[in-house]
């Protein structure tokens, strides 16, 4: 038995009503929501919770239903097995056991635009200034996309930062990323806002992470000002609050900064402190089990920090630069500490603070011997760096001997470069001194570096009373 072709009428009816089938299917798929498979809060250790029954990928936010009916945002940090590791980003009080977890679409996010100059947010980009919501822009992830280093712009020209022994002796390029490595109370923020006045950049954005509350405004009035506010954005996730909150503040730094770069514009980017986002890492990793590996920091902190650091530098071709500095605090002044000796690794620079010549009111009290620049020779001329070359060397013959001339057991005319080293000393002390509201152009600073060698100076009997540092 054959099947016999549908009359005329039914095949117009059935082709009518196979088009009307596939058009309401299209409408359907169009207008579907995908399925929020919701869970429950099982355990909660310090700030890590364990949610089963949830489905959300590595770094996906979920909501916890506090008892009153409030929200706890969390984010994904973590999962084995069936369980999802959350960590708050706010406050968690009020979650109870078997707190109703839902999924929620989407990963952090900054709004960006021109409106954010001269605003204060915190680490969830709302305003801490008092001011109105942002609301101009797009919407940017806070992890930012990769770029491909061939295509990244080297680093050839100079930046001033207004800082005389750092313009000459440690000449930072524009879209370099330095490191300041100091401990505590050795004028590391000083410097830090001495920079942030002077240096020439079109836009400044700055994060200060895991800090003291009181500096927040402290730097915003001292340090930047009413006019220097203006050209600046501010990313303020003080010390108390939570590990991840702190993390996306360091991450919606590094976010705005690329925004500002990608427009053309030259970024100087300040955060205060690396040191803080490792530690933030830390307590995350140890919370959901990641086992320790050196002096109490897990794998993953090392993981972290090239990823915020990478993220500055030149952009491509057409597009402008992000120069960064970076505070490290160097824990007992211990250079090599974990997260100093990472830092160093990774950055295109370091400046170290000396506790000695703080102590004896050298500011900024900047170690030229233990500091360096590692794009000085291409952003600088032949003539400066034999400037540098000789003052790197008498300052070593100085502090060398400086113990052998302090009990008098060293006769002048001995050495000769002792004794040149003695002669220039009262010199190299007052071109390392600066005061803080005192700015210094690049052109100046050589040109002070040059006069060292230039002007006469006390003879070596009169020096051979060193001034210490």
Known sequence: MTDKPLPGPDKDRSRQAVARLDRYMARAKEQSTDLIVEGVLRRTVGLAMEAEGCHAALGGRCDVVADDGRRVETEVVGFAGERLYLMPVGDMRGVVPNARVIPVSGTPEVLVSDELLGRVLDGRGKPLDGGPPIVDGHRVSLFGAPINPLDRQPIRESLDVGVRSINSLLSIGRGQRMGL??????????????????????????????????????????????????????????????????????????????????????????????????????????????????????????????????????????????????????????????????????????????RDMADAGIYPAIDIESSISRAFNNIVDVEHQQLVSRFRHVYSTYQQNRDLVAVGAYQPGTNAELDEALKLWPGIVEFLRQHYAKKVSFEESVRELRAIFDEPQESPQQATAPVEV
Not at 204 to 217: A, N, Q, S, T
Not at 283 to 293: D, F, R
Not at 306 to 315: S, T
């Open 181 to 354: 490595f100091a401990g505590s109370g050795v004028g590391k923020s000083m410097l830090l806002s001495m920079m942030t006045r002077n240096t020439e950049a079109d836009v400044v954005v700055v994060g200060l992470v895991g800090e003291r509350g009181r500096e927040v405004k402290e730097f915003i009035e001292d340090s930047l000002g009413t006019e220097g506010m203006q050209r600046s954005v501010v990313v303020a996730t003080p010390a108390d609050d939570t590990p991840l909150m702190r993390m996306h503040g360091a991450w919606m730094t590094a976010a705005i900064a690329e925004h500002f770069r990608d427009q053309g514009k030259n970024v100087l980017l300040l955060m205060d402190s690396l040191t803080r986002f490792a530690q933030a890492q830390r307590e995350i990793a140890l919370a959901i089990g990641e086992p320790p590996a050196t002096k109490g920091y897990p794998p993953s902190v090392f993981a972290k920090l090239p990823q915020l650091v990478e993220r500055a530098g030149n952009g491509l071709a057409g597009q402008g630069s992000i120069t960064a500095v970076y505070t490290v605090l160097a824990e007992g002044d211990d250079q090599n500490d974990p997260v100093v000796d990472a830092a160093r690794a990774i950055l295109d620079g370091h400046i170290v603070l000396s």
